[in-house]
């Protein structure tokens, strides 16, 4: 029988899936919206420091640095102290972190705090998406991971726009203030999540065994050492995101935290809406088409950026890159996916994860340099450029193999790993 439900009735009935999901949905929203309050200001804090944009870089890339060594502790300690313990601590740290933002006088207590941020957000990535994993039945988990998605994506959207409003309307200071209030109070949201019982795994993750799963991966699909190298670059045009764009728009435009925190909104409310349609679109048309063609999207509305001279210029060129990224991201995470051995996709993706912090860190270093040495809008040609590069290499390297019946791939079909079937055949 067809489902005749409403959005709102089949969003209801996902957030009822359980009691402790809905309320670890909530808390993850909540804690986002913390996130996304000082995304307009963070940039400009450095600059009332007296610290350069060429340090800037640097010390920013200490946040991904901070990430990617605290990664594979925070996976062992996941498993070993519990989910809820490692996502209250980390989200606590993020609260005090931000706290202290507010009352930071020089450079150096700017670095530390953002290594902090760092291993807080190495703690919330896996515990969080381990406790939802836990808490939901396991014929509802990519209903559950959508909509945990969907409600972080909500919660970043309204961030920057609340946060660039009260920083340019009331005190520049006040979204430090809120920012750790929403952290606080998730801690205590989440403290009353019923943690599900884990068995405890014999073989504890680490970096090596993370890396050597990916090694075992790729001897099994080459197509995953394409998308490990679009990860790098995306994790270097990562830096220029979160911190070249709001530079240039200050310098180049003159735009207000107000405007930047709109404009930061504007992009994700595109990705937000867009997401779950053109994921749907893939699965039934196919991947590699929805790649290429956001990243084209991607890659042309950044190049333009460049030249952007007015307010409305932004706001458009916002559009077009996000909606980029809401075509190419739901069709190179299911890729991922079909890439990996099922039984491993855990460490391999931790793996992933850290080839792009290590993008990161290149990205903030190398970014934040050129934007001093050569001029604001280098860093965006760079990135713009690096965006062609990571279309270019899942053009040339990966192609999406035809189905055969039961829903395997041709080539795949005799692979030990399950291979990810459609309803309509697709892989």
């Known amino acids: ?44 804090l450095a600059r009332k420091l007296g610290i350069t944009d060429g340090a800037m870089g640097g010390i920013f890339a200490l946040f991904a640095v901070a990430y990617v060594l605290a990664m594979p502790p925070s996976g062992y300690l996941t498993d070993r102290l519990g989910r809820k313990t490692m996502l209250i601590s980390g989200i ?42 836990d808490l939901v039945p396991e014929e509802k988990r990519a209903t559950a991971m959508g909509v945990e998605g969907t409600a972080q994506v909500l919660g970043i959207f309204g961030g920057p726009a609340v946060g660039g409003f009260v920083a340019g309307e009331i005190n520049f200071y006040y979204p430090f203030y809120v920012g750790a209030a929403l952290a606080f109070i998730c801690c205590i949201i989440v403290y009353m999540v019923k ?17 050597g799963a990916w090694k075992r991966n ?47 909104s504007i992009g994700t ?8 349609y053109f994921g749907t679109l893939a699965d039934k048309h196919g991947k590699m088409p929805f790649i290429l063609a956001g990243g084209a999207l991607m890659a042309s509305g950044l190049g333009a950026m460049a030249f952007a001279q007015e307010l409305i210029h932004v706001y458009l060129l916002m559009i077009v890159m996000d909606l980029g990224a809401a075509m190419s ?33 290149i990205g903030f270093t190398a970014l934040g340099v050129v934007y001093d040495v050569i001029s604001p809008e280098a860093p965006i040609v760079m990135c713009a450029a690096a965006l062609a590069l990571a279309t270019l290499i899942m053009a040339v390297f990966v192609r999406e193999r035809k189905a055969v019946p039961g829903g395997a791939c041709a080539q795949d079909a005799s692979r030990s790993a399950p291979v990810v079937s459609k309803p309509n055949g697709k892989n």
């Open 218 to 264: 790729v001897e099994e699909n080459r197509k995953l050492v394409a998308l490990t190298a679009r990860g790098l670059v995306m994790g270097v045009v990562q830096g220029l995101w979160n911190l070249g764009l709001i530079l240039f728009w200050y310098d180049r435009i003159g735009m207000t935290y107000t405007e930047v925190g709109i404009a930061i």
């Open 195 to 211: 943690e599900p019982p884990v068995k405890k795994h014999q073989e504890h993750p680490s970096l090596l065994t993370m890396f």
């Open 92 to 133: 606590a740290i993020f609260g005090f972190t931000t706290l202290m933002l507010a009352f930071i006088t020089d450079a150096l207590q700017f670095a530390i705090l953002r290594s902090l941020e760092g291993v807080g957000a190495a703690m919330t990535a896996p515990s969080a998406f381990a406790l939802v994993i």
């Open 269 to 276: 409310a595109v990705m937000a809406s867009g997401t779950i």
């Open 1 to 44: 029988m067809a489902d005749k439900k409403g959005p709102i009735a089949r969003l209801k009935g996902s957030l009822l899936i359980s009691r402790d999901f809905g309320v670890l949905v909530v808390a993850l929203m909540v804690v986002s919206l913390g996130f996304g309050l000082l995304a307009p200001i963070i940039p400009d």
């Open 329 to 361: 991201n739901p069709s190179v995470g299911a890729l991922l996916a079909d890439v990996m051995l099922k039984e491993e996709r855990g460490r391999v993706m931790g793996a992933y994860q850290t080839v792009q912090g290590l993008g990161n860190i």
